[in-house]
Structures are given as C-alpha cells and as structure tokens.
C-alpha cells in the first residue's frame, strides 16, 4: 500500500535528517490504522523525590533509586529542595552526578513552602548552573522546572538571567491562575490535586477522578499540563492529621490517566514518608523526622511492579496496560478503622469516618481467573476477575492474609500477606503494607 512506502521512506528520513542536522519533530505517521497517540514520544513520567531529607546521601543511593526509578519507565526525578537547608546544594550536585552516570534526568521543583517571591537572583543561579547540565531534563526546547505552590512567583527575571532556554511547569492550586501565566513566564502548570478532594486539604466521600485535570488543561489552553499521579496519603503529624480516600487508587488514577493522556505525568512521591505515598524502597539513609512511626516497616515497592505497565501504556499512547506476565499487589492497613490507641497523644486523623476495612488487591493477568482473598478468620473470598489489571476488594479480617489465584483448577499464584491485622496498636498508623504475589 501507498501509505506503507511513505511510512517506511520517513522512518527513512527520520534516521538520515538527524545526521545532516535537519529537525524531525513534524515527521509523524499517516497510517489510518495506527491507533497510538502522535504525541506518545513526547510523553514522560517523573517521580517527586524530597531532597530533604536526604542530607546523608551518597552518590551510591542516589544511583540505587535512579536505577530502581529506571527499570519502570521513570524518566527523572523533581528534586523538590528548599532555600533553608544547607544541604541542598551538596545533594542537588549529587543528584546531577548521578543521574548522568546512569542516564537518568533530574529537574528542580522549588518549594515555596520555603522559598518566596524575593528569591529570584538564587533561584537564577541554580538554573544557570544547572539549566545546561547533561542530566537535566528538557522539555520543548528548555531546561523544565517546576515547584509546590509559588503560584505568583515570575519567572521572567528567571528566564532573562539564564543563558539556557527554561520551560516553567510550576504548581498552581487554582487552575483560573494558568490565565496569568504569560505575566509570570511560565510555560504550564502541575497540579497537587492527586486525591478525591474540593481544593486544598479538604477530603471528600468519593472516587478520585478527573475534574481538576479538566480544569487545568481548560485553563491552560494548549500549555503543558503536568498531571500528577499518587497511590496514597496519610499523615499523623502535629501539624497535619489526616487521611485521604483512595483506597483504590493506585490503579484507578492510572486509568484516568490512560484516558486523559496529559502532557507530563509526576507521581507523588518516590520518599516523602512522611506522607505516607513513597513507591520508592524505604531508604536507610534518610533522615527521620517522625514519620518512621508510620513508615518504618511499611513497604511499598511492589507498587513498582504495578506502575510499571501503566507507564508502559501511557508513554505509548495505548488506553490499557499490556500484561505478559500473572501477578498480584495487595495493599491494606494495619489495623481496622475504628482501633483506639489511648497512649497515642493525637487524635486519629481525620477523615478515618470514610475508609472502609478492607483489603485491596489488584491482579495482573494474561487471561481470566479466580481471586481467592482469606482475611483473618474469614471465610475464603473468591472473585473471578477478567485478563488485564483489576483492583479487587474484600472485607478485612483480624489475623493473616492470605492470597491465591486459580486459573483452569489449578493454582497459578499464591502467599501470605507480609503483615497480620491486628486490632491493637501503640499509635494510630493509616498507612499501607504492600506487598506482591
């Protein structure tokens, strides 16, 4: 067919133009029967590492997690840093380091919880020393950065004072402001709004879905909208106390995302502990600021193994995951909902009203099978569940938890759940074990 010779003449072109210094960018495929998304090359996947807390960083961690990120699909990390920690600079020099020995990206995300509208002459200096960097992440022709909050922040100083061309994706909390952004330089905008909420911190009774993303790519008319993506969020600080309701998101903020196909996606988080939604391992060189009450002990690495086919599916343009392989990821809480914990000195954290006791389990599967769920002392669950990825709940049941899927009688995957529940515990804990099959 005529349209196979065109195509293979600019798969041609697209191999030779390079060579001879001539762009590429507007050489697409006319096949109509090729469903991919046209623009699945220029998508990407970060992860928002929180520099932070990791002032004993070596190089030799910075390279494990970028590994790790690598191996599913992630292409950088946000190094989210703050103006007050004097650490910052020693580890974003690292982070730099690192990344370009493993052909990683990194990007800065300022966080303006610390630095302020007054900063722009350090903000310049870090983008002039970095903006070029061979393991910065560019993005449209500039060197991408991002922040949290600092929505009024002006970027046009920032941009007149870097030699290198800057893509400005900073976070907005109202979506209306993206009509200012020509005014503050900036190039897009990044959402926080990763969890059933109205705005803010507030929590709502109801699945996660897509309003705010609509929001953001109305407003922002054809900018770069960064999406974010996150499977969890309880804290149980001082200063915020809370859980939000997702139980069953992180597979169905993925979903949402295949559907809406943004421009970026940035998952929240690959460490923040303190918050409860790392997909990162649990690093020993982190430093501790309370939330190893929590965290300690509450792995969440096979949320990789999960991601993995939806990142997949998303940098391709395709509307699911592709499964080659039978799995199983569970997550689900330490205790059920309603424990007291009298020697705890703060109060369960809000929103506990609205979770349910269950167990969350999403199968990985190259065809249909058979769920089988036994929580504790009850009875066996069985759930017959469809090829593909499909999360699954069941009711929650103190003790061991156990975990089998049967395909055609017989038993293709099992095990036991790497947590017993229990109906006691010294501090509340909202968090999640989990774990993978």
């Not at 900063?119 to 870090?126: F, G, L, V």
């Not at 109205?198 to 897509?210: A, E, L, Q």
Request: charged share 15%.
């Amino acid at each position: 067919m005529l349209w196979k010779t065109l195509l293979a003449m600019t798969v041609l072109l697209g191999t030779i133009l390079p060579v001879m210094g001539i762009p590429t960018a507007n050489i697409t495929s006319d096949d109509p029967d090729d469903d991919t998304d046209p623009q699945a090359l220029e998508k990407y996947v970060f992860a928002h590492f929180m520099v932070g807390i990791v002032e004993n960083y070596q190089l030799a961690d910075w390279i494990t997690d970028m590994t790790i990120a690598q191996s599913i699909g992630i292409d950088a990390f946000a190094l989210n840093c703050a103006s007050i920690d004097k650490y910052t600079p020693t580890q974003l020099a690292l982070a730099y380091q690192a990344a370009q020995q493993v052909n990683f990206k990194v990007f800065i995300s300022f966080d303006f919880a610390y630095w302020s509208n007054g900063d722009t002459a350090k903000i310049t200096e870090y983008m002039q020393k970095y903006s070029n960097h061979p393991a910065q992440m560019q993005y449209k022709g500039g060197a991408l950065v991002s922040t949290f909050v600092g929505d009024s922040f002006n970027w046009g100083p920032v941009k007149q004072g870097t030699s290198h061309p800057i893509h400005a994706v900073p976070n907005l909390q109202d979506p209306a402001a993206a009509s200012s952004n020509g005014q503050r330089g900036a190039d897009g905008a990044f959402s926080w709004y990763a969890w059933p909420t109205d705005g803010g911190n507030s929590i709502v009774n109801r699945p996660m879905d897509t309003v705010w993303d609509e929001r953001y790519v109305k407003d922002l008319a054809g900018a770069t909208y960064m999406a974010p993506v996150s499977p969890w969020f309880a804290t149980h600080f001082n200063s915020k106390n809370w859980v939000f309701i997702c139980e069953n998101l992180p597979t169905l903020r993925w979903e949402e995302m295949l559907s809406l196909k943004p421009s970026l996606i940035e998952i929240i988080s690959w460490n923040d502990y303190g918050e409860s939604h790392y997909i990162g391992p649990y690093a020993a060189h982190h430093s501790d600021d309370g939330s190893s009450q929590w965290a300690k002990d509450m792995p969440h690495d096979a949320w990789l193994d999960l991601y993995k086919p939806y990142i997949a599916a998303y940098k391709s343009g395709a509307s699911k995951p592709t499964i080659e392989k039978d799995g199983l990821v569970y997550w689900y809480r330490p205790t059920p909902k309603g424990v007291t914990c009298p020697e705890d000195p703060m109060p369960a954290p809000n929103g506990v009203n609205m979770l349910t006791d269950s167990i969350f389990v999403a199968t990985m599967l190259t065809s249909p099978a058979t769920l089988i769920v036994t929580s504790g002392s009850n009875g066996p669950v069985r759930v017959e569940v469809p090829a593909g990825i499909v999360t699954s709940k069941v009711p929650m049941g103190v003790g061991a938890q156990v975990f089998e899927v049967s395909r055609d009688g017989k038993t293709i995957l099992s095990g036991k759940g790497g947590l017993d529940v229990k109906d006691r515990t010294k501090y509340y804990n909202f968090n999640v074990f989990v774990g993978g099959v």
